[in-house]
């Protein structure tokens, strides 16, 4: 049968998110959970759903995982957000249910070869991708290739006096200006009593 997709996920701290993508970039379908204590649970539920029903079809699984990652050996090296994934061989995890080509890239990296196939990079030659959720993580474009390092501008440090973070820095950049730190911070103020219109908000 002709190779018509290609199944991308990514493995954030927070969500699993798992998509059924044409050979034109297009989402044909997807799913998504919270990542919880059983991330690998999560993930087999969402490849049972998405990518087996289709399996002659896709040309392989392409898996995007915040944190450090050796991507010839498929290994999640070091996961400050999802510790359970830390140290576990993930294309051979999934290689032994899925019978695809793997590949597990550091997420803010799959971001930037996605940007840079499909999306605001394709016409750059040279660029930075930084992504904002859970964490920070950005993924650097140079001569329209990957720069294969794991830039992790997130836990660059901008505060030497700042608090430490889960990677074993201080101040580092996400702890500030993730989504993560801002709801936190906006919170904390809230808590204090700073007058703001968030307060008229239902999260409060
Ligand atoms: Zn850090």
């Given at each position: 049968m002709a190779k018509k997709y290609v199944v991308g996920v990514d493995i954030g701290g927070t969500n699993i998110r798992t998509a059924l993508i044409n050979l034109d970039g297009d989402i044909v379908s997807k799913v998504k959970n919270a990542t919880g204590k059983e991330p690998l649970s999560v993930l087999y539920k969402q490849l049972d759903t998405v990518y087996a029903p289709h399996a002659r079809e896709v040309c392989g699984i392409g898996i995007a995982v915040a944190g450090l990652i050796d991507r010839e050996g498929g290994?999640?090296?070091?996961s400050p957000n999802i510790p359970?994934?830390?140290?576990?061989?993930l294309a051979a995890e999934i290689k032994k249910r899925y019978k695809t080509c793997i590949a597990v890239e550091n997420d803010a990296n799959a971001a930037a070869c996605g940007e840079k196939c499909?999306?605001?990079?394709?016409?750059?030659k040279n660029f930075v991708m930084l992504t904002l959720g859970t964490g920070i993580g950005g993924g650097v474009i140079i001569d329209k290739k990957l720069?294969?390092?794991?830039?992790?501008?997130?836990?660059?440090?901008?505060?030497?006096?700042?608090p430490q973070c889960p990677c074993g820095?201080?101040?580092?950049?996400e702890l500030y200006a993730s989504a993560t730190a801002i709801i936190g911070t906006a919170v904390s103020e809230l808590e204090k009593g700073k007058s703001s219109i968030l307060k008229n908000s239902v999260y409060f």
């Open positions: 290994v999640v090296m070091k359970k994934l830390n140290s576990v061989n499909a999306g605001a990079g394709k016409e750059f720069l294969p390092v794991a830039a992790e501008i997130g836990h660059m440090s901008i505060n030497i006096d700042g820095n201080v101040g580092c950049l």
